[in-house]
């Protein structure tokens, strides 16, 4: 069982940045990992993914914008956040997955993110 725990949400104007770090309990080497976004009344949405080999992958409405790092000696993922738009307003969650050989999804908890317009 990986405990994952996000940390640097916040208020901050439009335009703004926000870096957000999900840091994990134990190794996430071959683990997947994703930052998904929930807004009020709003399906939860994938808004990034590193695959285990290092590959980034974002939602249309991030690209440019945010970027998506990992660090698998520090079991940390981060999601640097540029040119904050007040849609991007939502609580963003961490998850950290395989498919293979035995399927393990792990979540955060959330981190609330607030841009004002």
């Known amino acids: 069982q990986v405990q994952l725990v996000e940390s640097g949400g916040g208020l901050v104007q439009a335009g703004g940045s926000l870096r957000l770090s999900c840091a994990a309990s134990?190794?996430?080497?071959?683990?997947?990992v994703g930052w998904y976004r929930q807004a009020p009344g709003k399906q939860r949405e994938l808004v990034a993914t590193?695959?285990?080999?290092?590959?980034?992958n974002y939602a249309d409405s991030v690209k440019g914008r945010f970027t998506i790092s990992r660090d698998d000696a520090k079991n940390t993922v981060c999601l640097q956040m540029n040119s904050l738009k007040p849609e991007d307003t939502a609580v963003y969650y961490c998850?950290?997955?395989?498919?293979?050989?035995?399927?393990?999804?792990?979540w955060g908890q959330g981190t609330q993110v607030t841009v004002s317009s």
């Open positions: 998850n950290a997955n395989r498919r293979f050989p035995i399927p393990i999804s792990y």
């Open positions: 134990g190794s996430i080497f071959n683990l997947n």
């Open positions: 590193i695959f285990s080999g290092g590959s980034p």
